[in-house]
């Protein structure tokens, strides 16, 4: 559009084709970090960081492996860590959109066990994280207890 004086605005995407890409872009970006994460797993990619038994080195895991394999900026996400009550080599790990990253980053949550002296990724993803298809589990059934969550049968 433009005015009497020259101004040019671009009118926000109001359509549902616009709404179709933004969705289709917030799926991408939770698949390639689900993903991002998952290789982790598969090619033993962990912190060189001497981890501790703390939240703040599982937080400084996940956000090193974000920023790392994902190479999405730290200012764009959050990302929170409990150790388990129940078995200490165990944590749960919450990543949230900071203001920068809100409409990119979806919530994604998941579970390190500490092991071979790091924190090393065993399930991440945005649901029914840590249970394998048939009701089994990646991750202790009593873990998953401690932070109030199992996996049905």
């Known amino acids: ?9 671009v009118p926000l995407p109001t359509s549902k084709k616009g709404q179709r890409r933004s969705i289709v872009t917030l799926v991408a970006v939770v698949a390639i970090i689900i993903l991002s994460l998952y290789s982790v797993l ?5 912190s060189r960081a001497n981890p501790t038994g703390t939240p703040q080195a599982v937080e400084q895991v996940v956000a090193e492996q974000l920023t790392a394999i994902q190479q999405i900026p730290a200012n764009q996400f959050h990302v929170v860590a409990t150790i388990s009550s129940v078995n200490k080599y165990w944590a749960m790990f919450v990543v949230t959109a900071s203001a920068l990253g809100r409409g990119h980053i979806q919530t994604t949550w998941g579970y390190y066990q500490f092991s071979s002296r790091r924190w090393q990724l065993r399930a991440a993803g945005s649901s029914h994280v840590g249970c394998a298809p048939r009701g089994s589990s990646h991750v202790p059934a009593n873990v998953l207890a401690g932070f109030n969550e199992q996996c049905s049968r």
């Open 1 to 9: 559009m433009s005015t009497a004086h020259g101004d040019t605005t």
């Open 42 to 46: 598969l090619f033993g990619v962990t």
